[in-house]
């Protein structure tokens, strides 16, 4: 039996004493290192990650230059560039393949860097320039341009898809903005994208059924090649490339915000919706000039985008940087490729869709295991 006393003193020689110590252990905790997806994320990394992408683009250029029907060794390429001694060989060289390579260089930068603004203004990492209907603009313009005014050199085209491609782009825009109510997000802008994307691919075959001849010339276009692409493509397309690569480096700091969010950017003092709307505007500018000259060739701004992120972090301006030797690098090899592989030659958008998407599993593998 337990008294009221006995219950007493036994609580009390329960409590600790006030002059006892209580011991405390302290554990330091040791952060695990964060997975990172930047390897080049110092200057220094990224300064030799360009170089290294800029070496790699130099030997493609080599080899576009040498790679063909007729084959020549790089002393060949070089006195053909130089002295010019073989009136054939300079033929091959200056008449074909510089032009060719050239289309190609700006083509693949254009595209790449039209892959950057569109994921980073959708932010969708599936997102290329095809997403927001430009491309297809691009393709309707130079179907007009074969079945209504009968043109039939690249040179003359080339205007109408550019134009396309600008009022597509500016289109998908106003239907955005206007359907968001003034702040267009980027789900507005992937809906009005893909929904203007099915229209005008629906309105180019609407224009081919009626014509057979230009649907002929259309789908050896639309296949996407750089074969018979001449000097005049090249001055063509230089001066809407040269000047949306430049907007899409000013405005790399803007694109920088977004990722924060619309909310998060517009309290750090940027201007979201005009950031979002040049960089519309720059996606039509880079593609209508890059789809006109070489036809909608996959992959390159859906790919490109993804290995320079990888190689060098999300700083847009360095993501720029190597993203406009990263496309050239993939289109001229796989042009180059296309050469090769089969006895007469392969289009560069087909060779470039089938070493594209190995290259876009192999990443998004690699960030799965990194960020795991």
């Known amino acids: 039996m337990v008294t009221a006393g006995s219950y007493k003193s036994q609580r009390h020689n329960h409590v600790p004493p006030l002059h006892s110590k209580v011991s405390l252990t302290y554990h330091r905790v040791v952060p695990s290192p964060v997975p990172t997806l930047r390897p080049s994320a110092t200057a220094r990394g990224r300064r030799l990650t360009t170089s290294s992408a800029v070496a790699a683009l130099a030997l493609v250029v080599l080899a576009s230059l040498a790679v063909g029907a007729r084959d020549l060794s790089?002393?060949?390429?070089?006195?053909?560039?130089?002295?010019?001694?073989?009136?054939?060989?300079?033929?091959?060289?200056?008449?074909?393949?510089?032009?060719?390579?050239?289309?190609?260089?700006?083509?693949?930068?254009?595209?790449?860097?039209?892959?950057?603004?569109?994921?980073?203004?959708?932010?969708?990492?599936?997102?290329?320039?095809?997403?927001?209907?430009?491309?297809?603009?691009?393709?309707?313009?130079?179907?007009?341009?074969?079945?209504?005014?009968?043109?039939?050199?690249?040179?003359?085209?080339?205007?109408?898809?550019?134009?396309?491609?600008?009022?597509?782009?500016?289109?998908?825009?106003?239907?955005?903005?206007?359907?968001?109510?003034?702040?267009?997000?980027?789900?507005?802008?992937?809906?009005?994208?893909?929904?203007?994307?099915?229209?005008?691919?629906?309105?180019?075959?609407?224009v081919?059924?009626?014509?057979?001849?230009?649907?002929?010339?259309?789908?050896?276009?639309?296949?996407?090649?750089?074969?018979?692409?001449?000097?005049?493509?090249?001055?063509?397309?230089?001066?809407?490339?040269?000047?949306?690569?430049?907007?899409?480096?000013?405005?790399?700091?803007?694109?920088?915000?977004?990722?924060?969010?619309?909310?998060?950017?517009?309290?750090?003092?940027?201007?979201?919706?005009?950031?979002?709307?040049?960089?519309?505007?720059?996606?039509?500018?880079?593609?209508?000039?890059?789809?006109?000259?070489?036809?909608p060739i996959g992959f390159v701004g859906l790919a490109i985008p993804h290995l320079a992120r990888w190689a060098v972090g999300g700083d847009h301006r360095p993501m720029i940087v190597l993203s406009v030797v990263l496309g050239p690098v993939l289109l001229l090899g796989a042009d180059v490729i296309g050469r090769v592989i089969v006895p007469g030659e392969a289009p560069a958008g087909i060779v470039c869709a089938i070493i594209g998407a190995p290259l876009l599993i192999a990443l998004v593998r690699r960030a799965r295991m990194v960020t795991a």
């Open 74 to 206: 790089p002393l060949e390429v070089w006195d053909a560039l130089i002295y010019r001694s073989d009136p054939i060989a300079t033929a091959v060289v200056w008449d074909q393949r510089v032009p060719r390579s050239i289309v190609g260089i700006l083509a693949g930068a254009g595209l790449a860097v039209a892959g950057v603004l569109m994921q980073t203004v959708t932010r969708n990492p599936l997102a290329d320039p095809r997403i927001f209907g430009v491309a297809s603009g691009a393709s309707l313009g130079v179907v007009i341009g074969l079945s209504v005014f009968d043109m039939t050199r690249l040179e003359q085209y080339v205007w109408f898809g550019i134009t396309g491609a600008l009022a597509a782009g500016i289109l998908g825009y106003a239907i955005s903005t206007a359907a968001s109510r003034g702040d267009s997000s980027p789900v507005t802008f992937a809906i009005t994208g893909a929904a203007l994307d099915a229209s005008l691919s629906a309105a180019v075959y609407a």
């Open 208 to 295: 081919l059924t009626t014509d057979v001849q230009s649907f002929d010339q259309y789908r050896f276009w639309a296949v996407g090649s750089l074969a018979a692409r001449d000097e005049s493509a090249a001055a063509a397309m230089l001066p809407f490339l040269l000047a949306g690569l430049a907007v899409a480096f000013l405005i790399a700091r803007g694109l920088d915000g977004l990722l924060l969010g619309s909310e998060a950017a517009t309290g750090l003092g940027h201007r979201v919706g005009l950031t979002r709307a040049v960089a519309a505007l720059t996606v039509a500018l880079l593609v209508g000039a890059a789809v006109a000259a070489a036809g």
